[in-house]
């Protein structure tokens, strides 16, 4: 299962950015899909998370009210997506995504043991 991450950029404060992880590979519709981010000097921490099995969405604090993951799924591929809105700039961070069974995730959405498979991150920058 390969996971890869786009949409970051350099986007001013109270701007949107929507990020994308095209998930491929052997079964890719299975698998809930999580968001973490890491900013320098600082561990990773988890954003959003979103089953597979029910469409349920799980956010971080930082996240609730202002950010909307979601997925879409076809045959062969599964994309997950994170809607960022009224970005500021402690958001800026490298984000990635990454993919677990639905089981663990539902439990666990928070926790990084819970995903099996990760992709490149992402740099979103927020200036001031």
């Known amino acids: 299962v390969q996971l890869q991450a786009s949409g970051g950029g350099l986007v001013q404060t109270g701007g949107s950015l929507n990020l994308s992880c095209a998930i491929s590979?052997?079964?890719?519709?299975?698998?809930?899909i999580g968001w973490f981010r890491q900013a320098p000097g600082r561990e990773r921490e988890w954003v959003s998370s979103?089953?597979?099995?029910?469409?349920?969405?799980?956010?971080s604090d930082s996240a609730k009210g202002r950010f909307t993951v979601s997925r879409d799924v076809a045959e062969n591929t599964a994309t997950g997506y994170l809607q960022m809105n009224t970005l500021k700039p402690e958001d800026t961070a490298v984000y990635f995504c990454?993919?677990?069974?639905?089981?663990?995730?539902?439990?666990?959405?928070?926790?990084?043991?819970?995903?099996?498979?990760w992709g490149k991150g992402t740099l979103v920058t927020v200036s001031s």
């Open positions: 990454a993919a677990g069974d639905p089981m663990g995730v539902v439990v666990f959405p928070s926790t990084s043991e819970a995903y099996e498979y």
């Open positions: 979103i089953s597979s099995s029910d469409g349920s969405t799980y956010y």
């Open positions: 590979g052997r079964t890719p519709k299975f698998y809930a």
